[in-house]
């Protein structure tokens, strides 16, 4: 494998670099260019939406798929590309025990037919389970699981760069700052040429070169040998002072003022193009993070149609055990609860009670006593006193001829008969009549 040596050097001293300014930063000894606050707030704002996704995300997971290993092979299969195995729901899987059952302990005997109504019943349920969580997934999951993976990394990725611009734009910063700190200490040396200091007396020998003016000093010609030097060796003074001496070193000539003069020009157009960089990098994150409201628009329409599948799904479970739940009561010799407590009277109903209570269908084997034939409603007249108005709670669909189909909302003529259930009145809408479930109706005063 061929590694380009130079750029990894190059990477590490750039991360080495930036490790030390982050340092510095945290310790308030470098220079930090700060963000305005309608940026910070958008910044902020991204996050939480970012954390609150992933915690709807894995909670929504688990209420589809409370089976931990499960979602780690579903998980897997997503990872690999392939296609997830379709698994049987425990609805389905109950079902297929109960229709065993069934068929081994005998399909004719009153547990046997019980237990293949049931059966149904739950095969039903796993299919709209399995319906649930299909829908759910593509409407709800996977527009949450696409910006996670989509939309965030790519906002991720541009703060990252962001971050790195801020960073070069506070290192080009903090080096103008250092030239024109060393340009100023540079103009503040005076110069040899321009004047001679006074703690300094020429030698021997260069006091003879000086008043021998038929040759050129040692200086111009040494300073003709090394053109691109800037300082004089000072082995041509003695000074008076010696500490002085030692302390200054050398003197500066006009070249080494013109050199931080071109090191402040350079760090000034470094700084230019590092703040446009900076800003041309801000400006694209920020049209990102103000993305996020459209992102909470898209995610407002997923989250409705979660509970709009949740509600049919809810619908659907509902409807299938209350059609088990009639089937049961008409089956011969079914067994019904004694222990349940009796239905209040009906004068002692509270709509408030009744309206707050879901609906249960009541047993029906109590409709009419063994041996005796089917009520014949056209023989039954309303008593004189005693017929109240009652306003539908929930639509009602009739088992049979002898009951009556009901709409919610509408309002029908109640009254009840000797003899009949307490769970049960008759209701009459125009010139229909038949049976109705007390506990769909809203009795009104």
Known sequence: MDFNMKKLASDAGIFFTRAVQFTEEKFGQAEKTELDAHFENLLARADSTKNWTEKILRQTEVLLQPNPSARVEEFLYEKLDRKVPSRVTNGELLAQYMAEAASELGPTTPYGKTLIKVAEAEKHLGAAERDFIHTASINFLTPLRNFL????????????????????????????????????????????????????????????????????????????????????????????NPSVTQARGCLSLPEDRKLWNDEVDKAEQELRVAQTEFDRQAEVTRLLLEGISSTHVNHLRCLHEFVKSQTTYYAQCYRHMLDLQKQLGRFPGTFVGAS?????????????????????????????????????????????????????????????????????????????????????????????????PVTYLELLS
């Not at 309206?355 to 041996?371: C, D, F, H, Y």
């Not at 004189?384 to 189909?405: H, P």
Request: hydrophobic share 35%.
């Open 340 to 436: 349940e407590p009796a239905s209040p009277p009906l004068s002692s109903t509270s709509p408030t009670t009744t309206a707050a209570t879901m609906p249960v269908v009541p047993s029906v084997a109590g409709l009419a006593p063994p041996g005796e034939a089917a009520l014949c409603l056209e023989e039954v007249a309303p008593p004189a006193s005693g017929t109240r108005k009652a306003r539908v709670l929930y639509d009602y669909e009739a088992a049979d001829s002898s009951e009556l189909a009901l709409l919610a909302d509408e309002l029908i003529t109640v009254y009840s008969l000797p003899g009949m259930d307490p769970d049960w009145l008759i209701g009459e809408r125009g010139n229909k009549k038949g049976k109705v």
């Open 149 to 240: 993976e989509g939309d965030w990394k790519t906002i991720s990725k541009e703060r990252r760069l962001l971050q790195n611009r801020r960073l070069d734009l506070d290192a080009c910063k903090a080096r103008l700052k250092k030239a024109k700190a060393a340009e100023a200490k540079a103009t503040t040396v005076p110069d040899f040429q321009e004047t001679r200091p006074r703690n300094y007396i020429l030698s021997a020998s260069a006091s003879a070169t000086l008043d021998d003016t038929s040759r050129p000093p040692p200086w111009a010609e040494w300073k003709e040998k090394h053109p691109g030097g800037w300082r004089l060796p000072c082995f041509f003074l003695l000074p008076l």
